[in-house]
T-cell receptor
């Protein structure tokens, strides 16, 4: 079946420093999957941060970027300069057009220190 | 923007109790999902549906039933709750398969 792997469960970064959260995926789908980053702020549900549906393309939102790399099956999330308000849990996810159910990574809790 | 609401927001029950979690979406999405979120596991899919009367089994269905009564409403039923079902439950909807999911605020369930 399909799967999504996030290797870091928790990340702590100082304000104004750069960030990278790793995400790799695997799928049995013949077609390339849709890839997503969701964010969950404390006390709230998940919300879409960015998505990319075409291999090779980059998505961006709120200063975050992620590039869909089909060769390395990766979709890493990056930000050049984090802010305290970015503290949240980030989930990488995959969706396919075939019968496979959507898949989420385990989530990465980001803490930004002032 | 899609709106997904869940009720109750918090629930405490005892082992063996009967619990129903409710979810409503107001954007006429075809797909609805129930997940549980536990530390270290991320979101795990319990059940999902692609329309009224339809039900698909997810990855962790044991101990859970679900019913999609209308396009808008999707219910998760725990008929004999156990402490292992203590978790944070999220409902979500999407227009199509593989599309962006819109999430509710979550229901925190404690089974004593």
């Amino acid at each position: 079946g399909d799967s999504v792997t996030q290797t870091e469960g928790q990340v702590t970064v100082s304000e104004s420093k750069s960030l990278i959260i790793n995400c790799t995926y695997s799928t049995t789908s013949i077609a390339y999957p849709n890839l997503f980053w969701y964010v969950r702020y404390p006390g709230e549900g998940l919300q879409l941060l960015l998505k990319v549906i075409t291999a090779g393309q980059k998505g961006s939102s709120r200063g975050f970027e992620a590039t869909y790399n089909k060769e390395t099956t990766s979709f890493h999330l990056q930000k050049a300069s984090v802010q305290e308000s970015d503290s949240a849990v980030y989930y990488c996810a995959l969706g396919t057009l075939n019968n496979n159910a959507p898949r989420f990574g385990a989530g990465t809790k980001l803490t930004v220190k002032p | 923007e899609a709106a997904v609401t869940q009720s109750p927001r918090n629930k405490v029950t005892v082992t063996g109790g009967n619990v129903t979690l409710s979810c409503r979406q107001t954007n006429s999405h075809n797909y609805m999902y129930w997940y549980r979120q536990d530390t270290g596991h991320g979101l795990r899919l319990i059940h999902y549906s692609y329309g009224a009367g339809n039900l698909q089994i997810g990855d962790v269905p044991d101990g859970y039933k679900a019913t999609r009564t209308t396009q808008e409403d999707f219910f998760l039923l725990l008929e004999l709750a156990s402490p292992s079902q203590t978790s944070l439950y999220f409902c979500a909807s999407s227009e199509g398969r593989g599309d962006t999911q819109y999430f509710g605020p979550g229901t925190r369930l404690l089974v004593l």
